[in-house]
Structure formats: structure tokens, C-alpha cells
Nanobody, 119 residues
């Protein structure tokens, strides 16, 4: 059974930083491209960053390039998102799932972690 458990969100001021983590289980984590998604109130979920394994290639949506860094620890089945220089428009619930490769996200999503950027 696929399980995705996100953590690390919180309330941060403009310009602050957060590091999100995603603990994955129930599938062969190291063989899939993984991604972070976010969904802001009233908006559709969007993919913000992906990490291709084992090639290690990363991709980012333009709005977070240069500020967010995606990484992974295949030994511990964990995906990370380092978020720096946070802006109010980064406020959203952040989720991890498969993405950025040939496979669609799993139908089962985690609970997500709330990131709120305030002034």
C-alpha cells in the first residue's frame, strides 16, 4: 500500500526558509521520478519541482527556480524540498507523489503539509 507522509510545513515570514520532507513507503521509491506539488486555496494542484532517479535531473516551475531545491535520499525513501526566500504566493498545501517522469502520480495522496508565508 502506497503511503506518502509530508512534514515540515509551518508559518514563516516573507524571505524565510522551510525544509519539507516526504516519507514514502509501499513502492520502490528509488526507481521513480518524484515530485513536490502544491495547491493554494481556490487553485488547482500544480507540480513545482521534480527529481528524476537515478539520473538525478531536477526540474522546477519558473516561479520557484533559484529559490527551491528538491533532493532525495533513496536509502531512506525520503524526498525533500528546501524552500528559501519564501513569498506570500508560495502559501499552499504541499504534497509529494510520483511526477516529472513517465508515470502519473499515485491516486492515493498524503495529507500534505501547510506552508503559510506572511508579512
Amino acid at each position: 500500500q502506497v503511503q506518502l507522509v509530508e512534514s515540515g510545513g509551518g508559518l514563516v515570514q516573507i524571505g524565510g526558509s522551510l525544509r519539507l520532507s516526504c516519507a514514502a513507503s509501499g513502492f520502490t521509491f528509488r526507481t521513480y521520478s518524484m515530485a513536490w506539488y502544491r495547491q493554494a486555496p481556490g487553485k488547482e494542484r500544480e507540480l513545482v519541482a521534480s527529481h528524476n532517479s537515478p539520473l538525478g535531473r531536477t526540474k522546477y516551475v519558473d516561479s520557484v527556480k533559484g529559490r527551491f531545491t528538491i533532493s532525495r535520499d533513496n536509502g531512506n525513501n525520503t524526498l525533500y524540498l528546501q524552500m528559501n526566500s519564501l513569498k506570500p504566493e508560495d502559501t499552499a498545501v504541499y504534497y509529494c507523489n510520483r511526477g516529472g517522469g513517465s508515470f502519473a502520480p499515485y491516486a492515493s495522496w498524503g495529507q500534505g503539509t501547510q506552508v503559510t508565508v506572511s508579512s
